[in-house]
């Protein structure tokens, strides 16, 4: 009970609880305004939460995310344009709601059911992360090798379309985890002699600039496209959900069940979470006919998928240090600059400090219902804000921030480059989540295999002897050979 | 490394390996649907957007060249104006977001995050 007094302590505390109103009301702008996302809210956090305690650091994102993630609802609606990418998967249904009149329902139903889902997601954390925790104590070298490789693999084969495009960008996210000397050998690779390539690429600008610059460019590009706002009154926008929730519990569970599982596999988050939520609900309507026409359904179920996924994307985070999502990937940096390591022991080294992170989660889920209700009214005067100041206020930003880390100009290469890259790369339809998992995951990939190899003196099925590690290698070369086989099969028909 | 079976080179060069299989596979699907060697986005045919993201780029390079030797408030005021009225602001918006915005980040970075941004020409008149 002292552990969880001391989390109480922590939370409740007068500048914890000013930190979380303030990332509360950055993180429903951020998300209300297309072309800005949750993950950039993130990386924009970042620099600022630097030099917070580990408690408050962590809530400010936690709570911001949350709020982006449904505040992107808002524009869907009123603009048909997602306020951010979580929300593509029903902004046509939520905006043709809107010109039927029924604009208050969805966004009502995109507020109580992100409610939903985000409580449902950080139920299940709660009770699933120590309890993982306890089996990865015993986890060896071989168990962390599988992990990484299993996630490294879903995020390429199960996330996307295209998956020899994620492996190309995976691979380049695990090269640029090569660069320096934090390396099993300690051994300069790829430095040029220069001692800035030595110490290795620091990640936060290089997501700075994946997340926040190639943002940013995009959206510059569309700069001479007006917004369009849809007329329509919002009154009491809680009007009509009871009948909601007693016509469709089946669908708030089901998008709050695959979503949570959905963030926790590594590589795809909120919005691949949305995209699959919707299509199942689809799939098992009873009127599959009246989605796409403005039908709630849809967006209950996958508004509840995408707030649950972003707490099920901190399991992985938590208890092996591989992440579920892109927020996830950069918090890992976060918390191992904070010295809240993630594995399995830190629920016995920092319990105090991850018991203050759940309530924060339950905290920010039940914030968002007020705080939601705010943003919908001023929806209006959030989506009037020019671009044109904005969007070089963020770069000017972004600067800042990238150059804080290490207090080095060349941060702001880095941040302009992989800006580009990112960029570049999302244009021509290689997905960047796999580059960002490879960059977190590179080292600990080389270094259990290599540590795996010296053990096992070489001997390949020495990977596959251990129980855990077996069953988990094994689901690793599923995760690959199925797509493919069931390729082969089509093309073989 | 001598003495050792898996060495420094031998993560990279599995990557080098995977990339060029991947490489040579995307070259053979782009040969068969006879895509175009290279596309430009829909914008760079639009002036305005095609000169606002030249602009973005140009100033984020002039302020890592700049930064050190003029200091940061300067180059920040500098470049906000310069990206602001690439995108269409007007010079009453532009002056004042410029000066306010770059004066806010100085006490939000400088001040409280004690982040030491680099004063540059102005270091006499440093506070």
């Keep these: ?493 | 490394m001598p003495g050792q079976k898996f060495g420094p080179a031998w993560f990279p060069g599995l990557i080098a390996i995977g990339l060029a299989i991947c490489g040579a596979l995307l070259v053979r699907a782009g040969l068969r649907e006879h895509a175009p060697l290279f596309a430009m986005p829909q914008w760079m045919q639009r002036q305005r957007p095609r000169r606002a993201v030249a602009m973005v780029l140009a100033g984020l390079v002039a302020y890592i060249l700049l930064a050190d030797a003029l200091g940061f408030h300067i180059t920040g005021v500098l470049i906000l104006a310069v990206w602001m009225r690439a995108l269409g602001a007007s010079w009453r918006v532009t002056a004042l977001v410029a000066v306010v915005a770059t004066v806010v980040i100085h006490f939000a970075f400088y001040r409280v995050l004690r982040v030491p941004l680099p004063w540059g020409v102005l270091e006499r008149w440093a506070f």
């Excluded at chain 1, 449904?70 to 929300?87: E, N």
């Excluded at chain 1, 995976?170 to 040029?192: C, E, M, Q, Y």
């Excluded at chain 1, 890992?332 to 904070?338: A, E, H, Q, R, S």
């Excluded at chain 1, 390591?341 to 105090?352: H, K, L, Q, S």
Aim: aromatic share 10%.
């Design chain 1, 1 to 493: 009970m002292g552990v969880l007094a001391q989390a109480f302590a922590l939370v409740f505390d007068p500048y914890v609880l000013w930190v979380i109103l303030a990332s509360a009301a950055f993180g429903l702008f951020v998300g209300a305004v297309p072309g800005l996302t949750a993950t950039m809210a993130t990386a924009l956090l970042v620099p600022v939460t630097f030099f917070m305690p580990p408690v408050p650091a962590i809530a400010s994102i936690v709570t911001a995310t949350a709020m982006a993630i449904f505040a992107g609802d808002i524009p869907s609606c009123l603009l048909r344009m997602p306020g951010t990418p979580a929300s593509a998967a029903y902004t046509d249904e939520a905006y043709a709601l809107t010109k039927k009149g029924e604009g208050e329902l969805a966004l009502g139903a995109g507020l109580v059911f992100s409610v939903i889902g985000g409580l449902f997601g950080t139920a299940v954390l709660i009770a699933a992360a120590p309890a993982l925790a306890e089996v990865a104590l015993k986890f060896s070298s071989f168990e962390y090798f599988w992990l990484v490789v299993l996630g490294l693999f879903s995020a390429v084969f199960l996330a996307h379309a295209n998956p020899l495009k994620g492996i190309v960008s995976l691979l380049f996210g695990l090269l640029v985890s090569a660069i320096g000397l934090d390396n099993p050998a300690g051994f300069p690779r790829f430095t040029f002699g220069n001692a800035e390539l030595a110490g290795g690429f620091t990640l936060i600008p290089i997501m700075i600039g994946m997340f926040a610059v190639s943002e940013i460019i995009r959206n510059i590009g569309s700069i001479d496209e007006p917004w369009e706002m849809a007329q329509t009154k919002i009154g009491n926008v809680f009007r009509g959900m009871w009948t909601l929730t007693k016509r469709y519990p089946i669908q708030a569970l089901r998008g709050s069940v695959l979503g949570t599982a959905i963030g926790a596999l590594p590589g795809a988050g909120a919005d691949i979470a949305a995209w699959m939520s919707y299509a199942m609900s689809k799939r098992f309507s009873k009127e599959p006919e009246k989605f796409g026409t403005g039908h709630i359904e849809g967006i209950i179920e996958a508004g509840a998928s995408n707030n649950s996924a972003l707490a099920g994307a901190w399991i992985p985070a938590l208890v092996f240090g591989i992440p579920g999502d892109s927020i996830t990937a950069i918090v890992i940096g976060v918390l191992y600059i904070k010295g809240l390591n993630p594995g399995p022991t830190i629920f016995m080294n920092n319990a105090a400090s991850i018991y203050a992170i759940f309530l924060v989660f339950i905290l920010a889920n039940l914030l968002m219902l007020p705080l939601g209700i705010a943003a919908i009214k001023c929806a209006k005067q959030m989506l009037r804000a020019p671009r044109e100041v904005l969007m070089p206020v963020i770069l000017l930003f972004c600067v800042v921030g990238s150059f804080a880390i290490n207090n080095s100009i060349f941060g702001v290469v880095l941040m302009l480059a992989f800006g580009l890259v990112a960029y570049v790369m999302e244009e021509n339809g290689f997905p960047v989540a796999p580059a960002i998992l490879g960059m977190v995951l590179g080292a600990m990939l080389e270094e259990n295999f290599i540590s795996s190899m010296i053990k096992a003196d070489g001997r390949i099925f020495a990977f596959f002897e251990r129980p855990i590690a077996g069953s988990l290698g094994i689901l690793a070369l599923a995760v690959v050979s199925v797509p493919l086989l069931r390729r082969l099969y089509r093309a073989a028909r």
